[in-house]
């Protein structure tokens, strides 16, 4: 199912909202687009009773804490009556469900085990393609590469000219390149 929105985005409860008659009263497993995990999702899904909302969530380290020392990771459950509440107007999860349930000692946190990354920065996409390649540039289909590459990710189509020296960067098309 698709969700556009048109003239304005929604965020998630919003979208959700939007989506109620189709998702009738069914739980619903939310994964942000943006999230790049290892994690199998089963540890999130196991042993839930669909009462509570659910997050994987991972230490928060030096970056911005949600709930306690701990950062939501792009994952979650939301019980089917909860989701049938959500109004189909701008407004996110947190203000909308997390922040109430976490007040009310009513919502339920999982720790990631393996790497989770928000890729919502040009450095942190490039944080997860690599990760995901064992540390190695990530080169796209039909990129010709003449010149060097180090820590870098080259979208499909993309040409590295001969003497270019691409490191910690991001190559989006011929015009693009954003270097961390």
Known sequence: MVSVEIP???GTAGALGALRHWIGGRDVLIHNA?????DPLDQLVRGWD??????????AGDGRADFGDRRFVGVSLLPGTIAASLPA?????YEAV????????QLELIDVTGPAIDCGTVADYLRANLSANGGGSVIGAGCVV????????VWDGCTVEPGECLT?????????????
């Open 89 to 93: 107007s701008p407004l996110g999860l």
């Open 146 to 153: 003449k010149g060097e590459l180090c820590r870098s990710v």
């Open 34 to 38: 943006d999230a790049w995990l290892t």
């Open 168 to 180: 910690d960067a991001v190559r989006a098309t011929a015009s693009l390149t954003v270097r961390t």
């Open 50 to 59: 669909g009462m509570r909302p659910r997050l994987l969530v991972g230490p």
């Open 8 to 10: 304005e985005a929604l």
């Open 98 to 105: 997390w922040r109430k349930a976490w007040e009310r000692g």
